[in-house]
Every structure is written in C-alpha cells, then in structure tokens.
C-alpha cells in the first residue's frame, strides 16, 4: 500500500487539488491543498454576446458560447495542473472529472504528462473533504 496519493478533481468551473495519506489504523485522510475557479459570468459583464442581435434579442443557442467557456476553463485548468506538478513535484496525479472536460484536457496534456496523470470519469467536485475520505475510489489510490 502506498502512503499518500495526489487527486484533482474538477468539473465546469472548479478544480480542487487534494492529498490523501493512509492514517493509522487504517483510515484515509484528505486535505485540500489548492482550487482554481473558473471564471464568474460577472467577469464578462460588458462583453458584447454573440447572440445578442441590434436590439438585445437573441438569436442562436448558447450552445457554442458552453464550449468555448468549456475550453477556456480546460486551457486555465491544464495550465494549473503543469504549475502544481511542478511546485510540489508530483511523480503521478490522478484526475477527477466528467468525460466532456477530460476530453478538452487531453486536448492541451503536454508530453512532459505522459504516465504522470491518470484520468478517471467521475465527477467528485461537490464532495467533501470527509466524504472523500471514504469515498472507494479515493481509498483505491493509496494501493
């Protein structure tokens, strides 16, 4: 059994970076090291819509505007994942996250990732700290 492993998870607009370590007797313990946000709608306040037409009536769906957000947040998320594999020497970090978000993370994943990060479709974003601690696929980390 390994002692501790490195985590993210991450869904459309929040990332978490967490540690697990294995505790005596047994037990599993998480701590949450980092998180990164995606950007609020009010940081686009001001910003022209492409759906908006000359009198503010909509158009098109927001189908097209989804990815593009979906993108962006993904370029931000691969960017910081690179930054915390550095700064706290990850050899292997398993990734958390929808199947849609792992696909425009694989997009971006540079060669230097390769056998580093480990991809699994789940999406534990919302889940505690404590519950993760008991969560099964956290425990099956640390084997």
Known sequence: M???????????????????????PGRVH??????????????????PSPRA????????????ETEQQLHRFAKEVASWIGRKLEEHRID???LFAAP??????????????????????ADLTQVTTAELSK????ADLLR
């Open 2 to 24: 390994r002692n501790g492993a490195w985590f993210i998870v991450v869904d459309r607009g929040r990332g978490r970076l967490l540690r697990c370590s294995l505790l005596p």
């Open 30 to 47: 998480v701590d949450e090291l980092d998180a990164i946000d995606g950007p609020p709608d009010e940081r686009e306040h001001g910003r």
């Open 53 to 64: 037409g000359r009198g503010g009536y909509t158009y098109a769906s927001g189908g097209h």
């Open 92 to 94: 292997r970090l398993d």
């Open 100 to 121: 849609r978000l792992l696909g425009e993370l694989r997009k971006l994943y540079p060669a230097a990732w390769d056998g580093r990060v480990r991809e699994h479709q």
């Open 135 to 138: 969560h099964p696929a956290v």
